[in-house]
T-cell receptor
Framework: DVKVTQSSRYLVKRTGEKVFLECVQDMDHENMFWYRQDPGLGLRLIYFSYDVKMKEKGDIPEGYSVSREKKERFSLILESASTNQTSMYLC?????????????FGAGSRLTVL | DAKTTQPPSMDCAEGRAANLPCNHS???????VYWYRQIHSQGPQYIIHGLKNNETNEMASLIITEDRKSSTLILPHATLRDTAVYYC????????????FGSGTKLNVKP
């Protein structure tokens, strides 16, 4: 079974804290993605990566950074959390080429910033 | 990626077929139609995709019109667990760039 595992299901952080959201996939997928989901706004792409150490900005990269040191792991970093980053964060992965659009998502990490 | 239009919500009786429409009138010849769904508090789940021909798998059927300007996702025997938001997305097959999800259709399966 393809699995994308997000390290934390629920997190509560304070404004200004550094936050790490970890995502691990076990299917040797080249592509990995970070989305955030907010009511009324749908899923918005933050960053994606198509290879180790490669990253591309999505639609809303401001306030976020990412790290992909190993193929299976894609981390989302909030350098200084703010209340407007309270959201559901979804990680996904996919194969390259013909399978690139068949995304497998994790269960999500719900972050609350106080 | 071509823009898609879906109704915001639909109801379906349990055990009946659920037919979810999607308009994609500006679709290009090399763009596929993908369907995902998202059950409350979970990540989206891939359902099915197709280019021209109708497709069927264990979850659903996808019917694409001959002019490819619209498609319908069919859940043959909807259950309460099929209550979810269904997303129709159009894109080139090997394009990993900026995968957009719109607002989708909220399907309510009722007993």
């Amino acid at each position: 079974d393809v699995k994308v595992t997000q390290s934390s299901r629920y997190l509560v952080k304070r404004t200004g804290e550094k936050v790490f959201l970890e995502c691990v996939q076990d299917m040797d997928h080249e592509n990995m993605f970070w989305y955030r989901q907010d009511p009324g706004l749908g899923l918005r792409l933050i960053y994606f990566s198509y290879d180790v150490k490669m990253k591309e900005k999505g639609d809303i990269p401001e306030g976020y950074s990412v790290s992909r040191e190993k193929k299976e792991r894609f981390s989302l970093i909030l350098e200084s959390a703010s209340t407007n980053q309270t959201s559901m964060y979804l990680c996904a992965s996919s194969l390259p080429g013909a399978g690139a659009n068949v995304l497998t998502f994790g269960a999500g990490s719900r972050l609350t910033v106080l | 990626d071509a823009k898609t239009t879906q109704p915001p919500s639909m109801d379906c009786a349990e055990g009946r077929a659920a037919n979810l429409p999607c308009n994609h009138s500006t679709i290009s010849g090399n763009e596929y139609v993908y369907w995902y769904r998202q059950i409350h508090s979970q990540g989206p789940q891939y359902i099915i995709h197709g280019l021209k021909n109708n497709e069927t798998n264990e979850m659903a059927s996808l019917i694409i019109t001959e002019d490819r300007k619209s498609s319908t996702l069919i859940l043959p025997h909807a259950t309460l667990r099929d209550t979810a938001v269904y997303y129709c997305i159009v894109r080139v097959e090997n394009n990993f760039n900026k995968f957009y999800f719109g607002s989708g259709t909220k399907l309510n399966v009722k007993p």
